[in-house]
């Protein structure tokens, strides 16, 4: 198995838990890190150099390859220089993980139009800008793989996460599409929705809950969806504290009326519309 062996792979928000985890996994499996990391707190204030330089020292000290960068993804000069970085230290760029992000939960009432744009700025844009700054060498090179952090808050929602929930949403859309585009090219596009003990995530569950999430288990699942010998695309794979399962969208098999409808008539047969027996992986009709 070749798995990452030689490849270069960008990791956003390498600085500590998840991306962390991701970038030493990844360069004990052989791959050259981009490790990137602007060192902010959890709300995306603030920026400091440490978080990156140290995770890079611990894969250098481990005989590995890594440099840092600690650029913001929120805007495009930032996702081009993160990509930069990787054709300025090894010559190439064979995958992204979009890793970065930041959190300003607040229940929708409460939700400013500043905490709203800040986390889609990071998590949403973030993942375009750098994606889309690798995308022309994925495709000129025939291969290329995007691993997306989306979350359980993205699939079926949480309380107080309307912004990140949305975000991480439009991720997983987003692979969804890059899935299709990327095919004749090589280019995987898949999302890890990881379940783990982190700083973003070290006030939602009780303690005894959260020390049996170490984000270690989620690394090996992102580093086979970055592996030469992955095949699947436009997939969502849930990972955390050793259980792996990927989720996907269904389809019922509904009802069709031969005339517009009254909404009488959709309000008679809605139980046969919404009933899922039967039901099939979900396709897009006009596709």
């Known amino acids: 198995m070749s798995g990452v062996e030689g490849r270069v792979v960008v990791v956003t928000g390498a600085g500590g838990g998840l991306g962390r985890e991701y970038a030493l996994l990844l360069a004990r499996s052989g791959a050259k890190v981009v490790v990137n990391d602007l060192g902010g707190a959890r709300d995306g204030s603030g920026e400091d150099h440490a978080a990156a330089d140290t995770v890079v020292g611990e894969i250098r000290d481990a005989g590995g390859e890594a440099v840092a960068n600690y650029d913001s993804v929120a805007d495009e000069a930032g996702g081009a220089a993160v990509v930069q970085a990787a054709l300025d230290g090894f010559g190439r760029v064979d995958g992204v993980v979009a890793n970065a992000g930041i959190l300003r939960d607040a229940a929708f009432h409460k939700m400013t139009p500043e905490a709203w744009e800040a986390v889609l700025a990071v998590h949403l844009n973030g993942t375009f800008h750098t994606v889309r700054a690798a995308w022309p060498h994925f495709r000129e090179q025939r291969h290329g793989r995007v691993v997306v952090a ?25 692979i969804r599409t890059l899935a ?4 004749r090219y090589g280019i995987l596009a898949n999302a890890i929705a990881p379940i783990a003990s982190t700083r973003m995530t070290a006030d939602v569950a009780p303690p005894e809950v959260l020390e049996k999430l170490g ?14 010998e992955c095949s699947d695309s436009g997939t969502v794979t849930v990972a955390g504290g050793g259980q ?35 039901a099939v992986p979900g396709v897009n009709p006009v596709g």
């Open 244 to 278: 792996i399962h990927q989720v996907a969208q269904f389809m019922t098999k509904g009802v069709t009326f031969s005339e517009v409808p009254t909404l009488e008539q959709v309000g008679d047969r809605w139980n046969e519309i919404t009933d899922l027996s039967g």
């Open 215 to 228: 984000p270690a288990h989620v690394a090996p699942v992102v580093g086979y969806l970055l592996s030469d």
């Open 150 to 174: 989306g979350s359980t808050s993205g699939i079926y929602g949480n309380f107080g996460q309307s912004n990140y929930g949305a975000a991480k949403g439009g991720m997983i859309a987003l």
């Open 180 to 183: 299709f585009e990327g095919a």
